[in-house]
């Protein structure tokens, strides 16, 4: 799917419609360190079955894509989650 580089939608900081600069959003590196992490970890540990239920044979073949909006007058930035799409294009419009 092709997608503007810039498009005019909402800002609520603004509170007007204003130019916003598209990005495709990135998941950031795991902390090892978090409490989450850690809880996790201890919960793989042990002897014996696993502790968490294995895989299925099945999986999605997409992923579901998040644009990250920036606002040029503000700075601010906000999320929009599109549908599963396969590939991702940002493209220039005139």
């Known amino acids: 799917?092709?997608?503007?580089?810039?498009?005019?939608?909402?800002?609520?900081?603004?509170?007007?419609?204003?130019?916003?600069?598209?990005?495709?959003?990135t998941t950031g590196k795991r902390r090892t360190?978090?409490?989450g992490q850690r809880r996790y970890e201890r919960k793989l540990l042990g002897y014996g079955s696993s502790r968490k239920p294995k895989q299925k044979t099945?999986?999605?073949?997409?992923?579901?894509?998040?644009?990250?909006?920036?606002?040029?007058?503000?700075g601010y930035v906000t999320h929009r989650t599109i549908g599963r799409l396969r590939k991702v294009e940002l493209v220039e419009t005139r």
């Open 1 to 25: 799917m092709k997608i503007p580089r810039v498009i005019r939608t909402y800002c609520p900081r603004c509170r007007t419609y204003t130019e916003h600069t598209v990005t495709q959003y």
């Open 33 to 35: 360190l978090s409490e």
């Open 58 to 74: 099945f999986y999605k073949v997409t992923k579901k894509v998040t644009l990250k909006l920036t606002c040029r007058q503000c």
